[in-house]
């Protein structure tokens, strides 16, 4: 990737390879993620690349969500909604909606996850966008069963549900049987978790989801142990322990330490319970200082971010305070090369050089005035190639011709005493003429001719 942005040939390019650069280092290394996303970022918005900012956007929000900075994720997911309710995306808008409201969630504020995802279904109601309709009923779904509002968190998991066998998409049926089975399981529905979590196993093993799958494996720990099943419930929360070592789940580790010593007390172990409570005792540690450092890292990465992000403004500062100085300039040389085409005018110099002066001159003023409209007309089409096109052919039309009018008026004025014949008197000549000539009829006739001037 570094090799290919070594030799990309456009910016939005180079912007593209930052952002899929970045997305390798998600969760393995989120302070690079976001060291590159936010170069993408400010590339982005210099040359004015829409997509590429989007992308850049979400990359800085996800980084920090990972990273467990929640309020500078919700920060730059904000910024993403601004931009995209702007430019009216509305697949974009519903996906970060739905994740602002992901973010609340996690963060325990269940009204703001709720206004959120509401936003969300309206737009994905009015635009037909049926891929988010079951995205947006799983948010509604697992928020009020946070909440513990079990009636409105089943309804909408029966909406998911539907919506899952419709599609007879699988992965999205293992994750709603293992959200309903939670739902139940919270009602005390003990039997209908149990077989929700069974048929909810099978489709969560085949798509390898497995933080879903090590929730399903707990749920079913926790009623067998409720229900006095003490083997059973050892089987299920050791699978449950060991998919949360595997994929380093730390708060899955928890509950899962917690059940085998809830589990190992019941069965009188005292030792195995210890064992499961130390375990608990010293990850609970762990996870303690891993989220001071977190924080400590949160600091060190948005300082070095402002940092960078303050270089840039600098540079594109003095980029913009040169171009402008540029522009200025020429501006000045505009009037300039009109006072010299003047002057020579008003000396002895052969008339091809005051025409050339001349062309020059309107050549610059109607250059100059491109220059100031290609900002404008970029930004109205927003990069369109078509539109630019289109623009700039009917600015032509109206420039070429009024530029050659300019252009003939003013030579003519600049030079038309260059070109001005010397009069000579004409009663002189035809007198001499006449005195040379003999008289007869002709000079009779040229005389009558020479009286009337």
């Not at 996870?287 to 540079?315: C, F, G, H, M, P």
Request: charge should be neutral.
């Amino acid at each position: 990737m570094r090799r290919k942005y070594a030799t990309a040939i456009t910016d939005s390019t180079r912007a593209d390879i930052l952002i899929e650069l970045a997305g390798l280092y998600h969760q393995d290394k989120p302070d690079s993620e976001l060291y590159i996303a936010q170069q993408a970022l400010a590339l982005s918005r210099k040359i004015k690349y829409y997509s590429g900012e989007m992308s850049a956007l979400k990359l800085m929000a996800e980084g920090y969500e990972f990273l467990g900075n929640y309020p500078l994720a919700l920060q730059y997911y904000l910024q993403r909604l601004k931009l995209e309710e702007k430019k009216n995306n509305p697949e974009r808008v519903v996906t970060t909606l739905l994740s602002i409201g992901n973010l609340y969630l996690l963060e325990g504020d269940y009204n703001l996850a709720i206004e959120y995802a509401q936003k969300a279904y309206v737009i994905i109601d009015k635009n037909k966008l049926e891929f988010y309709r079951w995205y947006s009923y799983m948010t509604f779904g697992d928020t009020y069963d946070k909440m513990n509002k079990i009636p409105e968190a089943l309804f909408y998991d029966k909406k998911a549900y539907d919506l899952a066998v419709e599609q007879k998409n699988q992965a999205w049926l293992g994750m709603v049987l293992n959200n309903t089975a939670n739902s139940y399981s919270r009602d005390k529905q003990y039997a209908v978790a149990l077989a929700d979590y069974h048929r909810a196993e099978p489709y969560l093993k085949a798509n390898h989801i497995e933080s879903f799958l090590c929730e399903s494996y707990q749920g079913i720990a926790n009623i067998l142990l409720i229900k006095g099943n003490l083997d059973s419930a050892t089987y299920y929360a050791k699978l449950s322990l060991n998919l949360a070592v595997s994929r380093s789940f730390r708060e899955k580790y928890l509950r899962s330490c917690q059940l085998l010593t809830d589990i190992y007390k019941s069965h009188h172990l005292p030792d195995s319970a210890l064992e499961y409570q130390t375990k608990l005792l010293v990850m609970k540690d762990s996870i303690y200082s891993r989220d001071k450092e977190r924080q400590v890292a949160n600091l060190t990465i948005s300082e070095e971010l402002r940092q960078r992000e303050r270089a840039q403004e600098k540079l594109e500062e003095e980029a913009e305070r040169s171009y402008k100085l540029n522009l200025l300039a020429v501006g000045l040389l505009i009037p300039f090369s009109f006072l010299i085409s003047l002057v020579l005018s008003k000396r002895k110099m052969h008339a091809k050089i005051i025409e050339f002066s001349g062309i020059v001159s309107l050549l610059l003023l109607f250059e100059y005035l491109t220059i100031l409209l290609h900002p404008l007309v970029v930004s109205w089409t927003n990069h369109s190639p078509f539109l630019e096109i289109l623009i700039f052919v009917a600015v032509a039309a109206v420039l070429t011709p009024s530029h050659h009018r300019l252009e003939h008026w003013m030579l003519h004025k600049l030079t038309a005493h260059k070109h001005h014949a010397i009069a000579v008197p004409a009663p002189t000549v035809i007198n001499e003429v006449i005195n040379d000539s003999p008289p007869d009829e002709g000079n009779d006739e040229i005389t009558e001719i020479v009286k009337p001037a």
